[in-house]
């Protein structure tokens, strides 16, 4: 039953050439998909919960779906994570639910508001045996408009938004936190950039130089594939300038770099409704769902396999299984609470 925390995962990832890939799960078919593609790479993998994810499905309903996917893959290594956690009453719900991994993303606060907030989550978190991760600096495409930012204006000065290597020593030192999201200029949802995005690799080069051994984590980087904006727009669909990160820097990112984790949500969602769109567009007396969200699953397989050969985790599973069980199997405490092992 190999769900664990991301420690296994990080130890190898850290100086291995490869990241994990944390995706964003909201459903059933998405759950299967993400799983699915990873069992047939051998990957390890994160799933990731969202607090609209949470609401939207319920997490009761997600729980049992997610649990259901450890049990049909039992040599498959899974962490299931809180993705952006704004609160220590949503830790703790999480905690309880089991999950064995949390993020707290205090990155539109004050810095000493961040750092407070995220070292009370690491007390709470490291109790259980859960890991924490936070976030430094302000990414693109939702977090500029939580601080008031517009898009154009959050562009125009990316430089200082972007993570400062050595606050990151402090902010490290002051909260214990386990892993780090930096912001280098990546950014959340399809419409990150306006023109063509470079990343800042020497804020990974200078963080990793300032804080040896911490795992660092991208976010918004999906790569918003040109051919899925045209099957999108093809069939209906009204998504023009679309764009995303260019896989071959989040490869540089991950393996000339050290990125050990790689959030990857809108690519899901864009290949699960080109397919939609397309069985809608071309099979209009269709309507039983299993006939589109069934091609919906298998177009978010083909993504997410996609994303591991970038991420260079294919093969990997066994390696993290193996680490898993050099640490002494670590689960956290709330997890066996919650009757779920
Ligand atoms: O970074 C955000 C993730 O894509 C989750 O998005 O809050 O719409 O579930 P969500
Ligand atoms: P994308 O919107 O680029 O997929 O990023 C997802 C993410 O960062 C989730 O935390
Ligand atoms: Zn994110």
């Not at 949503?90 to 064995?100: Q, R």
């Not at 804080?211 to 727009?233: K, Q, T």
Request: glycine share 8%.
């Amino acid at each position: 039953m190999p769900l664990m925390t991301t420690r296994p995962m990080f130890d190898l990832a850290y100086d291995g050439g490869f990241a994990v890939g944390a995706f964003n799960v909201n459903n059933m078919e998405i759950t299967q998909g993400i799983v699915e593609a990873c069992a047939a790479e051998k990957s390890p993998l994160i799933l990731q919960i969202s607090k609209g994810a949470r609401k939207y499905a319920n997490m009761r309903y997600l729980k049992h779906i997610i649990d259901a996917a450890v049990e049909d893959h039992p040599d498959l290594p899974i962490a299931i994570h809180l993705d952006h956690g704004d609160t220590i009453d949503l830790v703790k719900a999480c905690l309880t639910d089991g999950f064995t991994s949390v993020m707290i993303d205090g990155s539109h606060h004050p810095y000493e508001e961040n750092v407070r907030l995220t070292a009370e989550v690491v007390k709470t978190a490291h109790p259980a045996g859960v890991l924490v991760e936070a976030e430094l600096g302000i990414l693109g495409g939702i977090e500029e408009h939580v601080v008031g930012l517009k898009a154009e204006e959050y562009e125009k000065n990316v430089e200082k938004f972007l993570t400062d290597p050595s606050q990151a020593a402090d902010f490290w030192k002051r909260t214990g936190v386990d892993s780090l999201a930096i912001a280098i200029g990546t950014s959340h949802g399809a419409y990150k950039f306006k023109h063509e995005a470079k990343l800042a690799m020497g804020r990974i080069e200078q963080t990793m130089k300032t804080c040896p051994g911490l795992p660092l984590v991208m976010h918004g980087s999906s790569s918003v594939p040109r051919e899925f904006i045209d099957l999108i727009n093809k069939y209906g669909g009204n998504m023009p300038n679309a764009m995303g990160v260019p896989e071959d820097q989040i490869h540089a990112a991950v393996t000339k770099y050290g990125v050990c984790k790689v959030n990857i949500d809108t690519d899901l969602r864009l290949a699960l409704t080109a397919k939609i769109r397309e069985v809608f567009a071309t099979k209009p007396a269709e309507f039983d769902p299993r006939n589109y969200l069934g091609p919906g699953r298998e177009a978010i397989i083909g993504m997410v396999r996609r994303k591991l050969h970038m991420l260079n985790s294919a093969g990997k599973a066994e390696a993290v299984i193996q680490q898993w069980q050099k640490l002494g199997k670590p689960l956290p405490i709330f997890y066996a609470k919650a009757g779920r092992v």
